[in-house]
């Protein structure tokens, strides 16, 4: 296969014949069996590189008594004890600050980042000199497969700061030698009005962002008076959010903007996280280009995979990575994989729905699993809803409460708060109460939208 | 001399002898002349390559009578006419997006910035692929002078967008192979108190920032009852603002963090703009790095140099760059050169006080000259001083009325005032009213602070 080797050394002048929808043809559409058994002997490599390299796989393998060597089988690998993030923190706190899972000498060590949470101890990751590379030409390969080409604008539209997505995304298309506007968000005071004008000013073909913040551009645009449909974008592609995989929130980006919305992104440690995306001729949910990550869709209780078709929470394994490979790591999101023939070609499995909620974040009221993108999903269907809204949790006695406060834009508020109360019930299986609000009442997230508020107290899963 | 060749192409695997304090010992140490002579050929090669690559420099030179070929002497070329930041504009307008000063094809631009100003149109600057990969190797051969080594921590304090100073930073700290931290700045909600945390844990060597936020960094560690020296940084540099020359600056940053307290930089349209910086062995003020950029002190009516020891504006000309090539750009800076033995070695002039006002910022009352740097500099030697301050110019009738209102941290107000009062009448040669007000009265900037307020109808300046 065209540049299969560990440790990789990609070719940095390398480019696709310009008339070729894939980056490595052979790679992308190969049988995927036979591409599986490469990618079998690629995860012993790795495995028995991070089992010589750091003591946490030693100490985890030996406990375990997982031999690299003995992983001949997928059968095998599903039994490798899953990495979770919980253990990520205590490795850095009890080997300052990274953690005994950095496989390269410090001096390899070329970019930190992090995890932006303000509460608890966030972790840091610290990518090699060769790994960032390494992201790069992986990403470059999956923006090529959206259809961007050098030469195009590609506006960043996110924060570069500990946050990843951003970087990962200039990373790509600067190896796919575009023309990158690192333009960033999040510093308040009119940077999203700034972000508008440089927008309609240099037309780049390609955007990046979280979804959130994709509809809240094209808010301030039309404040601004200027249409989002004049930025002439071509190609939107955005992680960080479950968003770019939900049809409602698609559409709306699609009809604002004009452009293919392509989702990406599985976990910042995983980066290359665009291992997980749609491709111009399979724009729909994403595909898991599984020879550069690994992709498993697993039962969250015996981590085994689940037969395509069905639901399960995904678990990444590195097949590239030196400073940080993580090897079955359990990802707490909840997806459901497919095998079917890919429009574009690609021998891929695919997430038709993207990946849609989390294990954490699905929430139980009353005996019945909620996911918030279902809530969002379904209000941004509704006639005159004001573009936000809360979901507030909370215990009456032993009763659960489920309350949903939503901005109303019409001028007639009690016909918007039947219609949302039954619709709600519908796609919940529960009645839940409803507040309307005014429009604007809620903060529009310049990052990550955080809608639920759960007041109930409640017990932590144990699967990390 | 060390890779000195037009266009430029680095060596990406160069490392100096880990031993010298000098990246190209030669180019650095050697006889002025013989380099002055190198640069007076190199001037004439960019000229030429500007003057075929570009509408704008062929337009500008027909019109000013000028052949590049026939510069055969400084003299020659400090007839050469300036280019102002107004033309640059005016032809971006006439020639969107980028302007007819770019003189490389579309698909050999990598990086798109700009000015950031909130009024206005701002000015984009499109960078070649091979001009960034060269501001890099400059930049790490600048941070290296610094005492940077391969392997530090090198945490980059702002913000990631339009503004150039942070990915300069970058740029070179990951050339030298360092650990880059690229934190940013600027998003509020806390993202000061977090860097402090990860400053903490990290413990890197190395520290960008402008001087504000790093003084803003110093306050907020305290509040989080973290000693800044605490963090063991050893190298701290900066650019965006002249306060890292200017000696109360200085030394309270030094005080706050115990760092040596590095001063950079020229303007954003002349990156690499590190070419002006001080070095380990000589920290004070800023060396000119005359084989990197060509830094003339020019009188600001006639352009010509003003002799070593004399107060001029600088105008810059790249000697490497091929995207945007800036050929006598004028800054509107105020600065003063002298040329002294070194204690570095290095054979540089240097500017002992930094780049210390602006042409347009310094102001006219009652026809003395007011730098707001100096009322700066003035207020952080009094005892009790709040931290920050205003100053507002006006005009009752014909007279001009200078007020500062000054943060003041004593319970007693009244002798803080007299002897502010004073204080700035020796410092400025006039009287100003002063207004004392509490501590906190005034926003602290995560950018760069702004300070002065002229009410006064006035007449711009023409030099552009």
Known sequence: MEEWTFPVQYDEEYLPDPESPYWFEQRETMDPQERDAAVLERIREVMRYAYDNSSFYKNKYDEADVNPDDITSFEAFEQVPVITKEEMRTSQTEHPPFGDYVCVPSSEIHHIHGTSGTTGTPTAFSIGRGDWAAIANNHARILWGMGLRPGDGVFVSAIFSLYLGSWGAMAGAERLRCQVFPFGAGAGGGMTARAVQWLARCRPRGFYATPSYALR?????????????????????????????????????????????????????????????????????????????????????????????????????????????????????????????????????????????????????????????EIDNYLRTVEGYGGEHRVIVSRSGSMDELLVKVECGRSETDGFEKEVASGLQNVLGLRPAIEVVEVNTFDRSDHKSRRVTDEREHTQRGSG
Chains 1, 2 share one sequence.
């Open 217 to 373: 551009l094209a808010e301030v645009a039309q404040e601004e008076k200027i249409d989002p449909k004049e930025f002439g974008l071509d190609v939107m592609f955005f992680s960080g959010e479950p968003g770019a995989s939900v049809p409602s929130v698609r559409k709306q980006i699609e009809d604002a903007f004009g452009a293919t919305v392509i989702d990406t992104g599985t976990m910042a440690e995983m980066t290359p996280f665009m291992s997980a995306a749609a491709s111009a001729g399979t724009p729909e949910g994403m595909l898991l280009w599984q020879d550069i990550v690994w992709h498993e869709v697993c039962d969250p209780e015996t981590f085994r995979t689940v037969p395509y078709g069905e639901e399960g929470t995904p678990v990444y394994t590195h097949l590239e990575r030196t400073s940080q490979p993580m090897i079955r790591l359990a990802s707490n999101d909840l997806t459901r994989w497919v095998m079917e023939d890919n429009p574009c070609g690609r021998t891929y499995p695919r997430l038709p729905e993207g990946v849609y909620g989390r294990i954490d974040d699905m929430f139980q009221v009353r005996g019945e699993n909620v996911y918030p993108t």
